[in-house]
């Protein structure tokens, strides 16, 4: 395998712009597309069954302003597709696949923004964009933003608790080895890097055993960048109860790690994660909570009253205390990036 990338795509963005705005949920939203995620592969299995809806979702968050899109890979992995009765090379396939579709939806837009099709009024600025006012077409905010850069794709990998589909990415006690780890996690990395992915996005992390596996595992890639994310138990500790400051102490001097931060967490715990994240590592801080509402693993629902209109709100604080990039998680929408997009580019 031949890895060439040797820059930091999330450096790149934030050296012209103070924030980088990522994406939002993909599941909520591939359900809101009329697709049926009841099934232990979750968002996975509409690259099997309707692969272009995941390509319409991911438009729908370039076109709302994204800088980032975040593949559909959180659960797709060779152990899960195996139970599925689908060989190591299909498996494979379908985890490059999860690039292919976000580049192809990134490129697909950023030609629209270009020609001047996504209600760009201005001109081009030397690769960046000046764009014009707000549209509101079907429930998807259009691109509000000034100078954009192009966006990136970020592919995820998500936790082993994801695999398990017993909600054990916020708990972390798998008690499993590292070996263990690892052997699941190295393909699909290989996998993700080999399809041409910008980043990798190691989220919803919940034990520091798991994140120390996946930067070591980065090492084998020493061409390629990663942010690391973790779920958390509160507002001071992740959710096997490591403190977030140890994790930033540990983590926060990796050269290959290129930003750190916590994702699919409330939003009302954000702000104290990132001081403590802020003040212990020089890292940029990367911070993307759900709506507010409660998962129930073991129904697999939502419950309780989501906060995400807030969310452009509640950025300000995230930004004052040392976030730079923001996005969603479960259950946030194109919109909520759009209002994201439009408060941090004008």
């Keep these: 395998m031949t890895q060439t990338q040797q820059t930091n795509p999330i450096e790149q963005i934030l050296r012209e712009h103070p924030v980088m705005i990522l994406d939002g949920a993909l599941a909520t939203e591939l359900e809101q597309h009329g ?16 692969p272009d809806v995941i390509v319409q979702v991911h438009a729908d968050y370039f076109r709302a302003g994204a800088d980032c899109a975040i593949t559909s890979s ?10 599925r009765g689908i060989g190591e090379q299909e498996a494979l396939d379908l985890i490059r696949k999860t690039v292919e579709l976000a580049v192809q939806a990134r490129d697909d837009v950023w030609a629209e923004v270009q020609e001047g099709g996504v209600n760009n009024t201005e001109a081009k600025l030397e690769g960046n964009l000046v764009l014009g006012t707000a549209q509101q077409t079907s429930d998807v905010l259009e691109t509000v933003v000034l100078a954009r850069p192009r966006p990136m794709v970020a592919a995820s990998v998500g936790p082993y608790g994801a695999y398990l589909a017993d909600g054990s990415e916020y708990i972390g006690h798998y008690g499993v080895s590292d070996e263990t780890l690892t052997a699941f996690h190295r393909p699909r990395m290989a996998a993700l890097l080999e399809a041409g992915a910008d980043i990798l996005a190691f989220e919803t992390i919940p034990s520091l055993q798991e994140a120390q596996v996946l930067i070591d595992l980065l090492k084998e890639f020493p061409h390629a960048y990663a942010w690391l994310s973790f779920s958390l138990k509160d507002g001071t500790a992740i959710s096997e109860g490591t403190p977030i400051e140890t994790c930033a102490q540990l983590f926060g001097s990796e050269p290959q790690i290129a930003a750190i931060g916590l994702n699919c967490a409330p939003m009302e715990v954000v702000t104290e994660a990132v001081s403590i994240l802020s003040r212990t590592s020089d890292k940029p801080v990367i911070v993307y909570p759900n709506s507010g509402e409660v998962y129930d693993a073991a129904t697999k ?7 995400c209109g807030s969310m452009s709100d509640a950025s300000e604080q995230w930004v004052a205390a040392g976030a730079k990039i923001i996005g969603g998680c479960c259950r946030t929408t194109p919109h909520q990036i759009g209002e994201l997009a439009k408060k941090w580019r004008g």
């Design 35 to 50: 697709c049926d995620l009841d099934d232990p592969l979750w968002s996975a299995l509409v690259l099997l069954e309707n």
């Design 301 to 307: 629902t939502w419950s309780g009253q989501g906060t």
């Design 74 to 83: 959180y659960q797709a992995t060779v152990d899960g597709f195996r139970k």
